[in-house]
């Protein structure tokens, strides 16, 4: 039974860094990803990543956020650079147990296996 784990979440100031992480119990995964939900509002995609290493990214995300995995370590990270206040928001590691041959971060009906979130707070 697949469980994932986050970690990484805090509170920082306007323009810092974050790394999450997320290990897995396993890592027989097609796809892994990471949503978010900001207080009040519904959940956004950020990014996701294929076992093959190919990427995708929410709009809006390209650039300060890079998602990347060490498949020895069981492990998907999401490094958020210049946080703004409107990063803040719960941030949701999820994986797919099949590979869905569409942009990732478009179905996220597809991801059945969710971790229970860190907390990201930026203040100005």
């Known amino acids: 039974h697949l469980k994932l784990e986050e970690s990484g979440g805090g509170s920082v100031q306007a323009g810092g860094s974050l790394t999450l992480s997320c290990e897995a119990s396993?890592?027989?995964?097609?796809?892994l990803g990471w949503f978010r939900q900001a207080p009040g509002k519904g959940i956004q995609g950020v990014a996701c990543?294929?076992?093959?290493?190919?990427?995708d990214y929410g709009d809006a995300m390209l650039g300060r956020f890079t998602v990347s995995q060490d498949r020895a370590k069981k492990t998907v990270y999401l490094q958020i650079t210049d946080l703004a206040p409107e990063d803040t928001a719960t941030y949701f590691c999820v994986a797919s147990l099949t590979y869905f041959g569409e942009p990732c971060l478009s179905r996220i009906d597809k991801y059945s296996v969710w971790g229970r979130g860190t907390q990201v707070t930026v203040s100005s």
């Open positions: 990543i294929y076992r093959e290493g190919r990427t």
């Open positions: 396993e890592y027989t995964v097609a796809t």
